[in-house]
């Protein structure tokens, strides 16, 4: 099993920057696949950004140019950088992680989700 808490949401002003940080526990592999998503009300939950085992990163078009994911091997932890913020980026922000592995010589993932932060953007 693998616990996700996210922290570092709030109420932030147009133009404002913000940190978002999600911290993993339990049963980690050693090969895994860690992402921030969002939901904003009346939307479909839509990806962010994804760090990889070997610091490759992926970021959805609207994002690009002002969030920056990073993590800490050490600590089991990821982080978003938010920079630029819009009032289109307010929404719910859920950490995800991807734990792959071999089940009977098969490929195998399972996801895991926090349970969300808030970030609000206001004009």
């Known amino acids: 099993q693998v616990q996700l808490v996210e922290s570092g949401g709030g109420l932030v002003q147009a133009g404002g920057s913000l940190r978002l940080s999600c911290a993993a526990s339990g049963s980690i592999a050693s090969s895994n696949l860690m992402g921030w998503y969002r939901q904003a009300p009346g939307n479909q939950r839509e990806l962010v950004a994804t760090l990889t085992n070997d610091g490759g990163t992926n970021y959805a078009d609207s994002v690009r140019d002002r969030f920056t994911i990073s993590g800490d091997n050490a600590k089991n932890t990821v982080y978003l950088q938010m920079n630029s913020l819009k009032p289109e980026d307010t929404a719910v922000y859920y950490c995800?992680?991807?734990?792959?592995?071999?089940?009977?010589?098969?490929?195998?993932?399972?996801?895991?989700w926090g349970k969300g932060t808030l970030v609000t953007v206001s004009s």
């Open positions: 995800k992680l991807t734990n792959f592995g071999m089940l009977l010589g098969a490929r195998r993932s399972m996801d895991y």
